[in-house]
């Protein structure tokens, strides 16, 4: 088991920028695939960016590709979203996920954390 807690989120300006952490709890972080979710009130909850264990291969949602850059430092057991140029279509609640699965994508949320509320403002 892992559990993950996201921080970060709050009020930006839409253009403006916003680094969300997520922090997992446990000793093999590195052995674990990382993602972030996120879902808008009414709307379909969405994969946005995902790391593989090895931090080689990353993936990105066409919605924000350019835009968001995930990372991890398996050192401090945490992964980053640097997010900019931000839109308020990118309003929405922030999940981070994890998994040890072989395949990386589609990526699987088998352990998720609590979320963090991003807003932006036009």
């Known amino acids: 088991q892992v559990q993950l807690v996201e921080s970060g989120g709050g009020l930006v300006q839409a253009g403006g920028s916003l680094r969300l952490s997520c922090t997992a709890s446990?000793?093999?972080?590195?052995?674990?695939?990382m993602g972030w979710f996120r879902q808008a009130p009414g709307k379909e909850r969405e994969f946005v960016a995902g790391?593989?264990?090895?931090?080689?291969?990353?993936y990105y949602a066409d919605s924000v590709k350019g835009r968001f850059t995930v990372s991890r430092d398996n050192a401090k057991n945490t992964v980053y979203l640097q997010m900019n140029s931000l839109k308020p279509d990118d309003t929405a609640v922030y999940y981070c996920?994890?998994?040890?699965?072989?395949?990386?994508?589609?990526?699987?949320?088998?352990?998720r954390g609590q979320g963090t509320q991003v807003t932006v403002s036009s």
């Open positions: 996920a994890a998994n040890t699965r072989v395949v990386f994508i589609p990526f699987l949320d088998d352990y």
């Open positions: 446990g000793r093999t972080f590195s052995r674990y695939q």
């Open positions: 790391i593989h264990w090895s931090a080689v291969d990353t």
